[in-house]
């Protein structure tokens, strides 16, 4: 497998190179020699040169978000690592049940990991079946590009179960791009009146895996001249697993800037309640600490997400 560094810059030329054409190409995975990418319908001319800036911070932050994430795997799991293109591995010769491994969307790469050491063992790209041993324990991640990867633990009581499809949650490039549509819509404007920044496009936050209690974090962020939140951080998290998450989709979403006397400034101390909303097999919600759930009437269908 290609190493994250040579990931990171095949990842980029690609998407350098891509915006010269009449459409945007963002890759969904790049090793050294070959990359496999969605068309999203966004004309690359809609883009100023800021806003091609700020697309290619953003993937350098997911890119980084993903390098994170192995790394704090690593503390606990010495050898883990993502598998991000499909590979071949050794047989196992007592791994002789199957685990169907599905996603949504469909097109991940399901690995199977070592429960002691985080070594990959097997892969194979959704939906598939991967192949387990009845008495073992596993780690099994999900990654996509452009979605946060998902890594849980396996144990055999969870085979009993119809696997059900591991919700990937949105695509955070085509969010970005569809929000930044929305800023040069209205950048177009003329005579603006004084406003605060305002919601172009947002999605929710996946469900962290190994939760099992709902809750919230308040995300408090500024909204740059351009629209883009920075400063970002997820404060009072209800649980620890929350603020991860919390911090990686707001850097996705994007705003209309705050106007005042007819130029955009930046807005200081936005905050936001992102409200994570966990269910059991049966569909019953799983209640989190007092005061965690939202009021009738409070709640938000955009910020709240059901796995």
Known sequence: MASLKTFSAAFLFSFGISLAGPDILIPEAAAQDDSVGIKIPLSAKNLSPGQRASMSRFIKDHINFIKEGELIMQNTLPNFEFVMTEKSFDKRLNATETYRARSMPSGSIAALHDFHTGEPIESCKTPCNLSVAPTESYHISHF????????????????T?????RNMGANMFEAFLIGMQCQSEFRAQKNKADQDAKPCYRVPPLIPPDTYESGFCIAVFDVNQNGFPENIEAKDCTHPNFKRQSEAVVRSWTYTPKIERGQAVTQRGVETKLTYRIMDRSGELLAGPEGAMPKPGEESPLLNYKD
């Open 144 to 159: 996509k590009m452009g979605h946060l990867p998902f890594i849980r633990q396996i144990t055999p009581e969870d085979r």
């Open 161 to 165: 179960f119809e696997t059900i499809p």
